[in-house]
């Protein structure tokens, strides 16, 4: 492979990454120009255009999405394997592309980086926060941690906790307007509704008890929202009642900004999994990324805290 051919891939790729010639160049420690460069005579050697130009965007024209779509994955093997060729076979090493959901990425996750960044110095976390569900395969993502990823033969999942979905309020809230006592009640409170990012439509509060009963309870509406840190925040301002996936809800009570109401009833949610590809040969940074985050999780108890509140 010539090296003017990797140079033009390595440009390419990551210009359709970072969506701007400047951002792929400080990645790649290249100048923009000579990002672009590349890129043009990548287009003029193929007699395609990749990339849609324009003074504020770069978005891949069909053509460019094709080719991203076909060389993503195995150039990155290659260069994972490469990359173990020069450190050391089997040793982690290399930009390790996860994605993951803001809130949860942010108060869980991220903390346990700092243990794995001095125990694996060669493997550098490249964290992408999105709420939405990615496809790891199409993106390039080497992992994916979150809810609900739609499993094919490419990919596995290795399961981190059940997720308990629970009713909060502000303390002002409460002490405002009766507290609720049975699921019926719910029917005279101003309610903070979630809609789902996938389908577009209100997600519906199908309770249920110990006990095996279920119901599905109704609110006032007062607001919707598709992000459930901002729910959580609208919630603690005082604006109504919410129904919270607990690691979103932990770090309110756990100030107490946000208590529990009818704690006896509660939803149920998507397990939260780490996703990776099902590839023969799972690269070491991935191996011990995942190994690194299902020991860490345990250790802090997670599992448990999701489940219980």
């Keep these: 492979m010539s090296t003017e051919l990797s140079s033009t891939l390595d440009a390419f790729l990551a210009a359709a990454d970072e969506g701007s010639f400047s951002a792929a160049a400080r990645r790649l420690g290249l100048t923009p120009a000579a990002v672009s460069k590349s890129v043009a005579q990548f287009e003029a050697r193929l007699g395609v255009r990749l990339f849609q130009r ?6 891949l024209t069909t053509d460019g999405e094709r080719l991203y ?5 195995p150039w990155s093997e290659i260069g994972d394997a490469l990359t173990d060729l020069r450190q050391g076979a089997g040793k982690p090493a290399g930009t390790l592309k996860v994605a993951l959901a803001h809130t949860v990425g942010r108060e869980y996750f991220v903390p346990m980086m700092d243990e ?10 490249d964290l992408h926060f999105d709420n939405r569900q990615v496809d ?7 992992v994916a941690i979150g809810g609900g990823i739609e499993l094919t033969d490419a990919l596995i999942a290795r399961e981190l906790a ?3 979905i ?3 309020a502000a303390p002002a809230y409460l002490a405002a307007n009766p507290v609720p006592k049975q699921p019926g009640d719910l029917a005279r409170h101003r309610g903070l509704l979630r809609r789902s990012l996938s389908s577009g439509r209100l997600v519906p509060w199908v309770l249920k008890n110990k006990a095996g009963e279920e119901v599905v ?9 598709d992000d459930p840190e901002a729910m959580g925040r609208a919630a603690a301002s005082g604006m109504g009642i919410a129904l919270l996936p607990l690691p979103h809800a932990v ?15 509660y939803a149920e949610a998507l397990p939260l999994a780490i996703y990776y590809t099902s590839r023969r040969l799972v690269p070491a940074k991935v191996r011990v990324f995942v190994d690194h985050v299902i020991e860490q999780f345990k250790a802090k108890g997670y599992a448990a805290r999701f489940k219980q509140g």
């Design 54 to 59: 324009s003074t504020r965007n770069l978005a």
């Design 69 to 73: 779509a076909q060389v993503r994955r």
């Design 116 to 125: 794995f960044v001095r125990r694996y110095p060669d493997v550098v976390p």
């Design 136 to 142: 790891l395969v199409a993106e390039g993502f080497d």
């Design 162 to 164: 059940r997720l308990r």
């Design 166 to 168: 629970v009713l909060v």
């Design 217 to 225: 309870a109704s609110v006032r509406p007062v607001m919707v929202l």
């Design 251 to 265: 770090p309110f009570l756990e100030r107490g900004e946000l208590v529990p109401v009818l704690p006896a009833w």
